[in-house]
């Protein structure tokens, strides 16, 4: 439907709209709060959920040099994320000292009010688990931004090409940006843009691992472990989402996160389908499927009405109604 850049779906007397990346399986308050990094964080702690320690960072706070005084108890590296980012945007990760930290908050402050402050989690695989109506219904192995040398070009031109070949693909991928995230994973390697990677040597150039800041992700189906699954599940449960997207930084999603230090370190309120289903790499897992498998279940008599009223599926209808009807009469006579 154009006029609510989505669509409806109506079964019987039940309409369900559905608007971009608005669904109607969440409640508002509960989306809400997961929205918001710092409530998520400090009520999956509250839970016992293993989440990165944070703190909570206010511009005022920054300008009355409060800062110091604020993350006292957090160790380096950290993290700055906007309170109520979306995709990665403006995430910067593995700030390496205080000195580092200070000289990037004014920059960020110029774009949020407020800011979210916590540890860093590095050496780590990050995941996305797609949890809905309390069962996990896909996991995908997220990667940075990087690329991958031809011993000819440096950094800098493999990136333009490489944001070519990514235009191509599809366009929900974003281009890879040489930001500051990058500059920092690149001084980590000792290298610069202007480095030449030899031939098949991948160049890894951020931490984050959003699709729209470069970088791409593997279908893994529903491989999850027990214990994780469980754990999936509890989160979804805590924060009263029947759809949500959980992020997760771990060395195996198959082995209990707790056993590599693993974090849950966001949760999404509306997670996006399209990686498991449209894949860089993986077999496509078809969650929608599922998702939308879920009204029928609801609402059985209102969608085989539905199929009977339409014309074409209601022939199917009237064949399967005409043979259990005759069916009936065949056992019955037979008795």
Known sequence: MEEINGFELKL???????REYETPFNNISSASIAADKYCTSKLLERADIPVPQSVYLHIDDFKQNRTTELIVHLKFPLVIKPLNGAQGKDVLCNIQNMEQLLTFL???FSLYEHLLIEEFHGKLKSYRVLVFNRKVIGVVLRHPASVIGDGQHNIQELIHLTNIERKKINDFLGPIIAGDECRIKLKELGIGVDHIPARGERIVLGYTSNATRGGTY????KKISKENRKLMVHVASVLNLNLAGIDVECADINSPIAQSN???IEVNERPSVRIHELPISGTPHLVTRE????FIFRHPFSYLWSLYLDKSTSIYIRIVLLTGLASLAYYLLKA
Do not use: N, T
């Not at 019987?12 to 559905?18: C, I, W």
């Open 291 to 294: 998702i939308m498998r879920s």
């Open 262 to 264: 693993g974090v849950i």
């Open 218 to 221: 593997e279908s893994l189906g």
């Open 106 to 108: 004014p920059q960020y």
């Open 12 to 18: 019987g007397r039940h309409y369900y709209l559905f």
